[in-house]
């Protein structure tokens, strides 16, 4: 029985040297606790910059001609539904208003 536990103390020891060399070759976190650690958070890259250089840049937003048709044409396309009575309702006369009037 004795050299049981003998081994077992043994082999224990081995695989506690073996999981911690693998941690320091590797840059691992040794958690023998098993908590909840903000350490695989904290080790990401922050992802904001690589997004924002992923979108080109919009030179729409400062051309003011380019805003200025942009409006004259949303305009043109309400005053257009307007005539055919598909425009949005006048304030105050919409679905919710009626419901309340009802």
Do not use: C
């Amino acid at each position: 029985m004795a050299s049981g536990s003998l081994k077992k103390i043994v082999a224990l020891a081995l695989t506690e040297g073996i999981t911690e060399a693998r941690a320091r070759i590797f840059g691992h976190q040794i958690n023998p606790t098993g908590q909840k650690s903000a350490h695989k958070l904290l080790r990401k890259k922050l992802i904001g910059e690589k997004v924002a250089q992923w979108y080109p840049y919009d030179i729409k937003k400062d051309d003011p001609l380019v805003m200025a048709r942009q409006e004259q044409e949303r305009l043109s396309k309400l005053e257009m539904l307007k005539r055919r009575g598909k425009g949005p309702p006048k304030k105050g006369q919409g679905r919710p208003a009626a419901k309340r009037n009802k």
